[in-house]
């Protein structure tokens, strides 16, 4: 059975390879899984009514997804918002119903097989489950959340019943492993080993956990709670491959240390290790504590003196009859640079027909390489995106003309409708709208000159997470279904505001959806600025 199942799996992960990438990106893509899910759920229950007496396991499998699936299809954008859901829905066809399947094969049922490789091709690849693992551990740096919180489903503000086992935290800490991540796979192994101890049953052995936990931790520069580790896991395996050896390397490591700074051996702490035992090492992005605390809502620059100059009005566009007899209701946001909000500048039935139309268009969005000018993915931007016309729909044409009037530039020069959907943990890292000095052709395959201004429709409430951040001058603008809000990437001059450099925080529970329009300059010497 054993090599059975290892060849099954082998083949299914070869077919896995032309399986879709970038599910975990959108919300909106990853709905479709559950559907499938449902789909293959039924098709299980008639397999076990062939083979019912050979598939108790199976059986047991089908009871659990059964109403884990009338759960997720009742909402599922709702479901999938909790990124636990998404995290552990990718996990499920991934891996867990390929093992199922092998499992089938022992006595095959042509039925269950045939609807198995029928779905198969928009199964979630490696690359999707290892995203959805690496967007749970984003979502844990940026607010501030112990390992435990996700465990047990107890987000802020959002408690339910995705709850993680003592293996899906080992696979996520393993996850961060293979990647040199180990400061998260020492968070994500100590809290399988916590549940372990508790009692929980799990597949992983207490000597896995430890060999991974005492390397990573070793590897975070904690020697003596290194060697604490090593000497658990050997007192449970002493015929261990690794562990004898590593604990003399260790040891030895310590001893020295020891020896070179002139102090007495201190025995390692007894305190469990939890967020904030060690220290998350610095990456890439320079404002990334000012960026994720803003996006916690914290460190927000505003105040009184700033507020006052704050007020609400009707626009009317300097008179745009459209606008007359129904003007817009603007709200500033910022003093400077200027921020506006505007309400109601969606409706529903718009917001609902803009993603009817999106949907089938989402791909992974893309970043443009500052060194080779090519669009490529990246893991700072993880949403998709779909570009509209004007003569895809009515919808679109009216909603072209309304950002039109309410701005007061033209969208002759304008970019399509940029529709995006965030996946889980979905995020843009702090980014310019405009180009700068150093990329002069950014947009020349556009034909048009610089991103003067950018106009951002929120499609979705979103119950936790997803602001659109300036880490500048400390502002944080939250989601709110129908509003839009609008701001200039250029002074008068043509020069960049590197003032607007802003991010969209990661969604920790909820679906994002944003709908852009970038409005451009045609030369250097034009300019459509007309406020």
Known sequence: MGKRLSYTLWALLWCCCCAQADVFTSISHMTDLIYTEKDLVHSLREYIKAEESKLAAVKNWANRLDALTRVSTSDPEGYLGHPVNAYKLMKRLNAEWLELESLVLQNPSDGFISNMSTHRQYFPDEEDKMGAAKALMR???????????????????FHSNALLTVDDCFDLGKTAYNDADYYHAVLWMQQSLKQ?????????????????????????????????????????????????????????????????????????????????????????????????????????????????????????????????????????????????????????????????????????ATVRDPKTGVLTTANY????????????????????????DISGLTVDTAELLQVANYGVGGQYEPHYDFSRKDE?????????????????????DVEAGGATVFPDFG?????????????????????????????????????????????????????????
Not at 207 to 230: F, H, K, N, W
Not at 323 to 352: C, F
Not at 444 to 452: A, E, Y
Request: a neutral charge; hydrophobic letters at 35%.
């Open 440 to 460: 002069p052709d950014a947009f020349k395959r556009l034909g048009t000159g610089n991103r003067v201004a950018t106009f951002l429709n929120y499609m979705s």
């Open 139 to 157: 979502l844990q740096d940026t607010y501030k959340l112990d390992s435990e919180t996700f465990s047990k489903g107890k987000l802020p503000g």
């Open 381 to 404: 931007r993880v949403s998709k995106s779909a570009w509209l016309e004007g003569e895809d729909d009515p919808v679109i044409a009216r909603v072209n003309q309304r950002i039109e």
């Open 196 to 364: 372990l101890d508790s009692a929980e049953e799990a597949v992983v052995s207490k000597v896995d956990i430890l060999d991974y936990l005492s390397y990573s931790v070793y590897q975070m520069g904690d020697l003596p709670r290194a060697i604490e580790l090593t000497r658990r896991l050997v007192a449970i395996d002493p015929n261990h491959q690794r562990a004898g050896g590593n604990l003399r390397y260790f040891e030895k490591l310590l001893s020295k240390q020891i020896d070179e700074m002139g102090q007495a051996y201190e025995p390692t702490s007894e305190e469990p290790i939890q967020l904030g035992t060690y220290t998350r090492p610095k990456d890439h992005l320079p404002e990334r504590e000012t960026y994720e605390a803003l996006c916690r809502g914290e460190g927000l620059k505003m105040n009184e003196a700033r507020r006052s100059r704050l007020f609400c009005r009707y626009q009317n566009g300097k008179m745009n009859p459209r606008l007359l007899l129904k003007p817009m209701k603007e709200e500033d946001e910022w003093d400077s640079p200027h921020i506006v909000r505007y309400q109601d500048a969606l409706t529903d039935s718009e917001i609902e027909k803009i993603k009817e139309l999106a949907r089938p268009k989402l791909a992974r």
């Open 475 to 531: 502002a944080a603008i939250w989601p709110k279904k129908g509003t839009a809000v609008f701001w200039y990437n250029l002074f008068k001059s043509g020069e960049g505001d590197y003032r607007t450099r802003h991010a969209a925080c990661p969604v920790l529970v909820g679906s994002k959806w944003g709908e852009f329009m970038f409005t451009f300059n045609q030369s250097i010497k034009f300019y459509l600025y007309s406020t």
